[in-house]
T-cell receptor, first 114, second 115 residues
Framework: NAGVMQNPRHLVRRRGQEARLRCSPMKGHSHVYWYRQLPEEGLKFMVYLQKENIIDESGMPKERFSAEFPKEGPSILRIQQVVRGDSAAYFC????????????FGSGTQLSVL | DAKTTQPTSMDCAEGRAANLPCNHSTISGNEYVYWYRQIHSQGPQYIIHGLKNNETNEMASLIITEDRKSSTLILPHATLRDTAVYYCIVRAPNAGGTSYGKLTFGQGTILTVHP
């Protein structure tokens, strides 16, 4: 049973470009969470999605960031017009049900903005 | 969710038990204690959780004091691969439909296991 798969593992973008981060949850998991870890800082919750629905996006920056979890395919975290401050490790986690404190995390995508 | 306090760093010799403390003096009656760890450059990994009884699994043991104001994570025979940041998180399981999986990670304890 494969774990949570994130790709790419490393992503380099120039300022102003778009970044797309992908996350495939564990098989049978329909709840996906995105977290961000800025350099020298702790993990911060960004967004919680179920299939085709955003449940809680209270941790998402107001502009340029969006997330989706379509009926088919992986969850996507999209960052438009990236800036240097977006450089961070982005982690995706999944859980099988709503009471998902036991989260299964992927290995993350390290985004570097030049 | 209740606030937790952990030491910034700890050392442990390989093969010895690692005891990681966590204070959560404002914990509520329905809040669980969760432990996760993050090995360098990897995503966090769930270790164990408990409410008031001591818990043990293949990875670790969790000892919660009777008043529930503190707990200790025990790695019985630490190895070099246990070197990681360990996070103690306290939260209620039914904090509302939109809060599940919304964990608050503090700074954690950097555990270094030495040969």
């Amino acid at each position: 049973n494969a774990g949570v798969m994130q790709n790419p593992r490393h992503l380099v973008r120039r300022r102003g470009q778009e970044a797309r981060l992908r996350c495939s949850p564990m098989k049978g998991h329909s709840h996906v969470y995105w977290y961000r870890q800025l350099p020298e800082e702790g993990l911060k919750f960004m967004v919680y999605l179920q299939k085709e629905n955003i449940i809680d996006e209270s941790g998402m920056p107001k502009e340029r960031f969006s997330a989706e979890f379509p009926k088919e395919g992986p969850s996507i975290l999209r960052i438009q017009q990236v800036v240097r401050g977006d450089s961070a490790a982005y982690f995706c986690a999944s859980s099988p049900q709503q009471g998902g404190e036991k989260l299964f995390f992927g290995s993350g995508t390290q985004l570097s903005v030049l | 969710d209740a606030k937790t306090t952990q030491p910034t760093s700890m050392d442990c010799a390989e093969g010895r038990a690692a005891n990681l403390p966590c204070n959560h003096s404002t914990i509520s009656g329905n809040e669980y204690v969760y432990w996760y760890r993050q090995i360098h450059s990897q995503g966090p990994q769930y270790i164990i959780h408990g409410l008031k009884n001591n818990e043990t699994n293949e990875m670790a043991s969790l000892i919660i004091t009777e008043d529930r104001k503190s707990s200790t994570l025990i790695l019985p025979h630490a190895t070099l691969r246990d070197t990681a940041v360990y996070y103690c998180i306290v939260r209620a399981p039914n904090a509302g439909g939109t809060s599940y999986g919304k964990l608050t990670f503090g700074q954690g304890t950097i555990l270094t296991v030495h040969p």
